[in-house]
């Protein structure tokens, strides 16, 4: 796979090399001479430049690439360079870094941006997984928004526990993923019993978070 990085940061440079590790092709783009000289040099082509001007988009090959990932640390860069990519050079997945969580709700599909990722908002994620139970915790947006990846800390008080999946009678848009218990990653099937204290991963649609938080958490 060909995948074009914009910004050599902490996060552009790890995650170059560590696509390079996983065998895909990569090109990384960065204005700054100085970040681009600690970027990794094994395995990552390297291009100086603004990635927000088309001309160095060309040159870096957005068009034959098959994901863009806009990993500055500015909004405003991370927006063109979607745009940019998605309209100009027509690339089929376009992944954007959300740098301040107010401006989330700018990175959707008219900015060119497949998926939104906000490193703060998943550090909160990850605290309110430490601390909350019998709660849904949003560990990432998906479909521009349209859908959500929730987890769900299982307490005795769920009206799911001792129930098997298929016995939740869960709407279409809901979808039990996968289960974690004890450390370890079981998929979730119809035939999967629910047990207090298991952490479970749902994929749900918008509109569909209160079903899911009757059928797991329940009215308490």
Known sequence: ?????????????????????????VTMIELSKEALDRAPTEGVRTVLGDAC???????????????VVAATGDDEDNLVVSLLSKQEFAVPRVLARVNHPTNEWL???TWGVDLAVSPPHLLTALVEEEV??????????????????????LDERSPAIGKRVAELDL??????VA??????????????PLTAGDEV???????HHADLRERLVGSF
């Open 1 to 25: 796979m060909k995948v074009v990085v914009a910004g050599a940061g902490k996060i552009g440079r790890y995650l170059s090399a560590d696509l390079v590790v996983r065998g895909h092709e």
């Open 53 to 67: 001007a088309p001309k160095v988009l060309e040159r870096a090959g957005v068009r034959e690439a098959d994901v």
């Open 107 to 109: 990175f959707d599909e």
């Open 132 to 153: 909350s139970t019998g709660d849904l915790v949003s560990i990432m947006k998906l479909q521009r928004g349209e859908v959500e990846l929730l987890e769900i800390r």
């Open 171 to 176: 709407p279409n848009d809901v979808t039990l």
């Open 179 to 192: 289960v974690v218990r004890d450390g370890h990653v079981s998929p979730c099937r119809g035939t999967t």
């Open 201 to 207: 991963l749902a994929l749900v649609g918008r509109d």
